[in-house]
């Protein structure tokens, strides 16, 4: 490994004297792993269906278990991938931006928060780093939660649902177009939320479906692959425009990714199957758009811009949201949405009231300053860039990069539109996929040193 810095090599001096000295309580380390994983599970299992002080609080064991590993187990250490160190800037430009904000102990909330990811994610590192060989169960756990919000979410279709807010500009649809919205059982109801989790999560059921075809396990690959759709379809009645973009972001990813290890095989019947399941899923997915009215109306409205109430209101929040970046492009007003939505009241076009910017970037750039998002851009920039070059170069564990890396972006492709990013459900699984990556970029580094 590269040398980790002044800062990263003080504090693994610091903890192998404590580990030296708490060496008698090492015995322990080996429960602690286990109960960190099945807390982990835990915050992944409830978070379709508990509110998100449990997740918090479970969480914050999760890092105080790690933090109590490094004193007492031996040759525990801190090690940090490039991307991570561009993290690390983010996340003390973040402290920046508190100490500065206006409104601190709103901001103060929205920092706990913040603390609580990077805890949840630093323990995430730190455990699989030494257990690479349960990411693919915790992908196995992720990919059933979202199968099984999928199969509600077809189950709310069916039966009908109330429609608990307003989600849907039906002023120029016919009402056998007007799509009915599904939200699974995340807290808060809300079919954006809904759509974003699924799109954090869709790329470990097609992992899934993929390592157990590796493994000639077809049974259970064609298991996987059924659920897929079931789960793809609930996507589809989420309404959820942003996430149609990064789905068709994600399904684009996965058909080169595939379609190289297809050509790495060159095997002629493998490259005959493959386009032929190609060819009969974009047939599927154009026949659902063009013979189902709701869908195709409800994706038609992405394009009719003003003329949609709600592209209308988004546009709104941009306008307000690119007057409060004039005013705070420093180092912005300070993190969490009980602060935005305090200081947006000043800049707000009446009747238009907000709970965020509607774009993961500019919400950063407006929460955190322009030093925040470069950080975050880098961060973002390396991950792909290491992940990219381990897919290239490695066979063993690619399927978890690529799994992982088609999560990350596709994420932040709907975060162009949404900032669900920002909810509990899809920011703790947006950092354990970081972590996977991470593990996994680890590893092979300490190979190659």
Request: net charge positive; hydrophobic share 50%; charged share 15%.
């Amino acid at each position: 490994m590269n040398s980790q810095g002044f800062l990263i090599e003080a504090l693994n001096n610091f903890f192998a004297k404590l580990q030296n000295r708490f060496d008698s309580l090492g015995f322990v380390s080996d429960f602690i792993d286990k109960i960190i994983f099945i807390l982990i599970g835990q915050v992944i299992f409830l978070s379709t269906f508990v509110q998100s002080e449990i997740l918090g609080v479970i969480a914050l064991l999760v890092f105080f278990l790690t933090v109590f590993q490094l004193f007492i187990k031996k040759n525990e250490q801190l090690q940090m991938n490039v991307f991570e160190k561009f993290l690390f800037v983010w996340f003390l430009v973040v402290i920046v931006s508190l100490f500065g904000s206006s409104l601190f102990s709103l901001s103060l909330k929205g920092f706990f928060k913040t603390i609580t990811y990077m805890g949840f994610y630093f323990s995430a590192v730190q455990f699989y780093r030494k257990n690479i060989n349960l990411i693919m169960p915790t992908l196995c756990l992720i990919a059933f939660c979202a199968i099984s919000q999928g199969i509600i979410g077809i189950i709310q279709n069916f039966r009908g649902i109330e429609e608990i807010s307003t989600w849907q500009d039906t002023s120029n649809i016919n009402p056998e177009d007007v799509l009915t919205r599904v939200y699974g059982s995340l807290k808060p109801l809300n079919p954006n939320l809904f759509g974003g989790y699924l799109i954090a999560s869709i790329p470990s059921i097609i992992g899934c479906a993929a390592y157990n075809f590796n493994k000639k396990k077809f049974k259970y690959a064609f298991v996987f692959s059924l659920f897929l759709i079931l789960t793809v379809i609930s996507l589809f009645l989420s309404g959820c425009r942003g996430a149609y973009v990064a789905f068709a972001f994600m399904l684009a990813c996965f058909v080169l990714y595939f379609g190289k290890i297809i050509y790495e095989k060159n095997n002629e019947k493998f490259k005959r199957l493959y386009f032929t399941l190609v060819s009969f899923f974009m047939a599927l997915g154009t026949g659902a758009v063009l013979f189902v009215s709701s869908i195709r109306t409800r994706i038609l409205s992405i394009f009719v811009l003003r003329a949609d109430s709600s592209t209308s209101f988004r546009f709104n929040v941009y306008k307000a949201a690119i007057e409060m970046i004039k005013d705070n492009w420093l180092f912005g007003i300070g993190v969490g949405n009980k602060n935005f939505r305090e200081i947006y009241g000043l800049y707000m076009k009446t009747g238009f009231d907000a709970l965020s910017t509607y774009n993961v970037f500019t919400e950063l750039w407006v929460e955190s300053g322009i030093f925040a998002l470069l950080a975050f851009l880098l961060f973002l920039g390396f991950i792909v860039k290491g992940a990219f070059s381990y897919i290239i170069k490695n066979q063993q564990n690619r399927l978890i990069v690529v799994v992982g890396m088609i999560s990350i972006l596709s994420v932040m492709v709907h975060g162009l539109f949404d900032t669900v990013y920002f909810r509990p459900q899809i920011q703790f699984i947006f950092w354990l996929m970081t972590a996977f990556i991470s593990s996994v970029l680890y590893t092979d580094n300490c190979k190659c040193s």
